[in-house]
């Protein structure tokens, strides 16, 4: 065998030789090809509601943007339209991956509608970041949180195109948006709303969702709400528990929130029930630890803490108080962390600071939303 090899090396030119070298690794050889036939890169469709049968449920796959292989990220998408004509009414769950409640709460509210009652359309993505979903994360596939991106980028990350083209198929036929959330990974919430307080239509959309808390909020920060909103969209983000499961009662309120909304907009006949008067934040601080050991809080979701009072005690691993941790200001507990281990810089409480925001419009004798 050695001596075949060597002989056929012999046969060799040396001319031969020099006029093909081995390729660099970062010469690769270009092998002829036929050209696939494929579609361009960012050909966005935008979901019209009038393109779907009325007193119909339609159910499929819409494409964004291309995996590694080159085939289409699909998230799901559920079109509900009624007998009657109305608004259309957006519903996005699962924008982190890990963010469940929010599907099972589209999942029963469609499957609890008559379909010959209903005025105007229910447009659902129970599963935006389907990505993430499969990968059983909250950050998108590059490892960015999607909601930090919006209102996305043509030409950007992969996180920012797959945004820009979500936005570009979901948002166009929307009147009003309701984004559901749930506290991230290793925390819990109450149930509470974020919304731009100073919008009326956002306010009442927010009241009518029975949450705990609503906490004021409009800046530009990436969110599919703020690019919502931007596009003259009434919109709200829901904040429905806590991450990777599904809860009872929280299924039940969610569900029972946008009935209400629905109502509202007089796309359901029936009464609103408000039954809760929520607190309202301002402003929002999550309390980090400025020190690492082990956390005893002292309050729990929902509760009023007066400016200085004791939030958490830290302890070393001998259980001696290294620190007590008091609220910076008078506030009512959105979320807390759920593991009470701690390093230096942990977020381990959400304190909402209560009261409306300083500028506002008129409140007085909120207006039912009505298309
Ligand atoms: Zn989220």
Redesign the pocket.
């Given at each position: 065998m050695w001596q075949s090899l060597h002989k056929k090396e012999n046969l060799m030119k040396p001319s031969e030789k020099e006029k093909s070298p081995p390729p660099s690794d970062t010469q690769i050889k270009t092998l002829s090809r036929s050209v696939a036939p494929s579609r361009p890169a960012q050909l966005i469709e935008p979901i019209l509601v009038e393109d779907y049968p009325l007193r119909a449920r339609s159910e499929f796959f819409h494409n964004l943007t291309e995996n590694v292989l080159g085939q289409p990220y699909q998230t799901p998408i559920i079109i509900a339209r009624g007998r009657h004509a109305g608004p259309t009414l957006g519903i996005t769950a699962a924008?982190?991956g890990n963010?469940l409640n929010g599907i099972r709460i589209i999942h029963h509210l469609l499957a609890s509608i008559d379909l010959e009652k209903l005025h105007g359309s229910l447009l659902c993505a129970p599963i935006v970041n389907a990505p993430a979903f499969a990968l059983g994360q909250r950050e998108f596939a590059d490892g960015v949180d999607l909601?930090h991106v919006f209102p996305g980028r043509q030409d950007g990350t992969p996180s920012q195109q797959y945004a820009y083209a979500f936005r570009k198929s979901f948002l166009p036929d929307c009147q009003y948006l309701i984004d559901i959330?749930?506290a991230?990974e290793g925390r819990i919430n109450t149930m509470y709303v974020r919304a731009d307080l100073q919008s009326e239509e956002a306010r009442r959309m927010a009241m009518l969702m029975n949450p705990e808390i609503i906490l004021h909020g409009r800046s530009g920060d990436g969110t599919l709400r703020t690019a919502a909103r931007n596009k003259g969209i009434v919109a709200i983000t829901v904040e429905a528990g806590n991450p990777s499961v599904f809860q009872g009662h929280i299924l039940y309120e969610g569900e029972q929130g946008i009935r209400n909304v629905l109502h509202a907009l007089g796309m359901l006949e029936g009464d609103t029930q408000i039954h809760r008067t929520p607190v309202i934040c301002k402003s929002s601080k999550w309390l980090r630890t400025t020190c690492g050991g082990l956390l005893e809080t002292h309050c729990s979701l929902a509760q009023h803490i007066p400016k200085k009072g004791s939030v958490a005690t830290a302890l070393d691993p001998f259980g001696n108080i290294k620190h007590v941790y008091q609220a910076p200001f008078e506030g009512i507990v959105i979320g807390m962390a759920a593991n009470p281990v701690a390093t230096a810089g942990t977020r381990f409480c959400h304190l909402g600071q209560v009261g409306e925001p300083s500028v506002r419009a008129s409140s007085a004798d909120l207006p039912v939303v009505v298309s």
């Open positions: 924008l982190h963010e909601n959330h749930t991230s």
